[in-house]
């Protein structure tokens, strides 16, 4: 019995806990806005759910993989075709089967590098992986903080502007590539054409910036805010919570009320508000009320952000083109017998050269525009805070511009290569095998 009532207890405090947790929960809700920092603890949870979710479902996945047979039989399903006699149950294509030594390893790996028009490829392949791979890594966070939308937001406009023009342009050059007879000349004056579009539409991305956010303070000779200033520097301010408040007078952003030089409001005025007291006498603001000094940023108005999606679309849909004829150019170019020493090759040199530096040289780039850094969780300094928009766009946008020069000179050299080039005929089980498709996402999208 004294069992019953004490798990009966436990259940009527925990009950009791649930209930005032979700009504502290809603009600600081309602005074959220949507520039309200703290917002970044809700999507944390959020972000960490999706990626359990997805985890487990790739597992099943993978659990359901493993009760297919190591082997499938071919099938013949033409009846009207000849018979050949049975090979098993495996499809061999002429040339990929050699025997494995060090020494072909090593004929292969010089035949790979006297071959000027695949090395070319591999580096235009590399450069291609190093922007889209980084492009698509922090494209999300880079318009977060230029133009000031929610994560939500951001991530759609990531696929709208980068998956989905991706997969047109490839199915575009498909039809082109199947229904018109392009010359290797072709195929490379129409790459070399779409590496100087992408070179321009991201010099001409720069433009499309906003105003970063005012905040107050002086700046630190490596270019930091410095958040503390005469009026609050006795206020005793703890800076492990970012709480911005914005004085509407002059439309500057406080790191906090108590960075704003602001005391809360005696609750002996108004008892019925003691929950969430008024900063009041905000020595630092030129207001001094709630009213004047709402909580979260001030709002600045641009409406820059889907021109910036719509012209990023526009630029990955015309250079996606082409792919189809670059991945047939390594095909035509590389013997058969070399083909998956070529993708090794390849498959290493953009691992090496695009995968492993992108995301370090793209996150750089965030972390050198940084103005303000939280001081919350880390011994040094934690998330970036404010952006320098100026800054913050010519690096990126200009990074990426800079390296496809380098792309650019290079297809220009495969189109007075491959002038008088020409596409032989190819085994339609090699052109379309999962080799050949997986190679055209990888120049394309990184993956």
Not at 260 to 287: D, M, R
Request: aromatic share 12%; with cysteine.
């Amino acid at each position: 019995m004294g069992m019953n009532v004490s798990y009966r207890a436990r259940t009527h405090c925990f009950y009791r806990f649930c209930v005032n947790c979700s009504s502290l929960f809603w009600a600081g809700l309602n005074t959220f806005t949507d520039q309200d920092p703290r917002w970044l603890n809700i999507r944390a949870w959020h972000v960490t759910m999706g990626i359990l979710l997805i985890g487990l479902l790739n597992f099943i996945a993978a659990m359901v993989m493993l009760l297919f047979p190591p082997e499938f039989p071919l099938v013949n399903n033409d009846p009207q075709a000849p018979q050949k006699p049975p090979t098993g149950n495996k499809l061999v294509l002429p040339g990929y089967r050699r025997p494995l030594s060090i020494r072909l390893v090593k004929e292969d790996v010089k035949k790979l590098l006297r071959n000027q028009m695949f090395l070319t490829r591999v580096a235009t392949v590399v450069i291609n992986v190093f922007v889209l791979s980084g492009l698509y890594v922090f494209l999300p966070k880079y318009l977060e903080a230029q133009f000031y939308v929610q994560p939500n937001a951001a991530n759609i406009a990531t696929a709208i502007a980068i998956l989905l023009p991706t997969g047109c342009g490839i199915l575009v050059g498909c039809f082109l590539y199947r229904y018109w007879d392009l010359k290797p000349k072709h195929t490379t004056m129409i790459t070399m054409t779409a590496s100087m579009i992408f070179f321009v539409g991201f010099l001409l991305l720069i433009s499309f910036r906003c105003e970063t956010r005012d905040m107050a303070g002086d700046r630190f000779p490596n270019g930091l805010v410095n958040i503390e200033s005469k009026c609050n520097a006795r206020c005793g301010c703890v800076d492990t919570v970012f709480n911005p408040v914005c004085d509407v007078s002059t439309m500057k952003n406080y790191f906090s009320a108590c960075r704003a030089g602001c005391e809360p409001e005696p609750p002996t005025q108004h008892p019925a508000n003691t929950s969430h007291p008024t900063p009041v006498n905000c020595l630092c603001a030129s207001s001094t009320t709630l009213a004047r000094i709402p909580a979260g940023f001030c709002k600045i108005l641009c409406n820059k952000f889907w021109p910036f999606v719509f012209l990023l679309f526009l630029i990955l849909f015309v250079c996606s083109i082409p792919t189809v004829g670059s991945v047939m150019l390594i095909y035509r170019t590389v013997p058969s017998d070399l083909m998956l020493m070529a993708h090794l090759f390849m498959a290493l040199c953009v691992g090496i050269f695009a995968l492993f530096p992108s995301p370090m040289v793209f996150g750089g780039m965030m972390d050198a525009s940084c103005l303000l850094w939280s001081a919350q969780g880390c011994s040094g300094h934690g998330a970036c805070l404010i952006h320098d928009n100026d800054d913050l766009a010519f690096r990126v946008s200009g990074t990426i511009s800079g390296v496809k020069i380098l792309g650019l000179l290079i297809e220009i050299f495969i189109f007075w290569k491959a002038r008088k080039l020409e596409f032989e005929e190819v085994e339609p089980a090699i052109m379309w095998s999962p080799d050949a498709v997986r190679l055209a996402f990888t120049e394309t999208v990184g993956r």
